[in-house]
């Protein structure tokens, strides 16, 4: 059995962990963000005060046994039709039921170990820091903007992230690191959801201290108001910068359609390219996209491929 961790937050862990929750012979820990702080997690970790929910629930459902209406149901979320303020306009059912189990445990690892279960997750899911956080951005100007949600909106240059405060990892967190045989950075927002895992200083510690392999996956595009005009290069060196060692980065090689890459240059996001030749880690290009629906999107399929054969290697 091979242990692996895949490290970060947002849609983009989530599409690897779906991608590889039916490899035979492995064991999943999925380490998650919790500096979430808009929407519906926002609004619960405010009036709760618990750590920010909505990237794990992201991952039970990517990580859930099979596709089932109670996976469904804790993806939905209540709109508001008659345009009046109703206290659950805008939230979302999974939720509202990890904060509803965090009350009735006390414990919001619990919470998440219980309806787990319910959804029969494939692998573990620890949150990085069971405190309630918030996250900073240096921008290169000077400018400090507070609060991972509004870091991507002030379309300025990032130094560095960070907390001000001393925060602590969860311990199974630091224990599934130090027990990796492989461990996935990504795919995602380079600052607002895989540095700030990586920034934790008891996880830095691990990720520098393991005998893991450690892999980036990189992105396609490029997001608005966090990394534009970022290469491949630059995304690794953000990781670098903030104490997470890299050994290898996983690039996708495959032609972008035009029209694609015109719909997202609209959206002010562009192609992520590789602009050197030597690098002080490895590269492994391949395919790794799919373009439905005039998106740009890692496909399941061919990261499912491709970590197997990182695991071939470890």
């Known amino acids: 059995m091979k242990n692996v961790v895949v490290i970060g937050g947002g849609h983009g862990q989530s599409q690897i962990c779906r991608s590889i929750k039916n ?3 492995i064991r999943i820990s999925a380490i ?3 500096a979430d702080d808009g929407g519906s997690t926002g609004r619960l970790r405010r009036q709760f005060s618990i750590p920010a929910m909505g990237d794990i629930r992201n991952v039970m459902i990517s ?3 099979s596709e089932t209406t109670m996976s469904e149901l804790m993806d939905y979320r209540f709109d508001d039709p008659d345009g009046t303020e109703v206290d659950i306009h805008g939230h979302n059912l999974g939720n509202l039921i990890l904060t509803a189990m965090t009350q009735l445990s006390g414990s919001f690892l619990d919470a998440i170990q219980t309806v787990g279960q319910v959804l029969n997750v494939k692998g573990r899911i620890i949150p990085a820091t ?3 956080i918030t996250l900073y951005a240096l921008m290169k ?3 400090i903007v507070k609060g991972e949600a509004n870091i991507p909106t002030v379309h300025n240059h990032i130094s560095k992230v960070f907390y001000d405060c001393e925060v602590t990892a969860t311990p199974a967190a630091v224990e599934a ?3 990796a045989d492989l461990i996935i950075y990504g795919i995602g927002s380079v600052y607002t959801s895989l540095i700030p895992n990586v920034i934790i ?3 830095s510690q691990a990720l520098h201290e393991t005998k893991a392999k450690r892999v980036y996956f990189a992105n396609a595009m490029t997001q608005p108001g966090e990394t534009d005009g970022y290469s491949v290069e630059d995304h690794v060196q953000a990781l670098l910068d903030h104490g997470a060692p890299v050994d290898l980065v996983v690039v996708a090689n495959d032609e972008l359609p035009k029209q694609n890459v015109r719909n997202y240059f609209n959206q002010n996001s562009m192609p992520v390219v590789l602009e050197e030749d030597e690098h002080s880690y490895e590269v492994m290009e391949t395919s790794l996209l799919n373009f439905e629906n005039g998106l740009v999107r890692h496909d399941a399929a061919k990261i499912r491929e491709t970590v197997e054969e990182l695991l071939e290697s470890v």
């Open 23 to 25: 490899i035979e012979g």
């Open 32 to 34: 998650v963000t919790v």
């Open 63 to 65: 990580l859930a046994e």
């Open 130 to 132: 069971l405190q309630v």
């Open 141 to 143: 100007d000077g400018v």
């Open 177 to 179: 690191i130090k027990e």
């Open 201 to 203: 200083p008891e996880i």
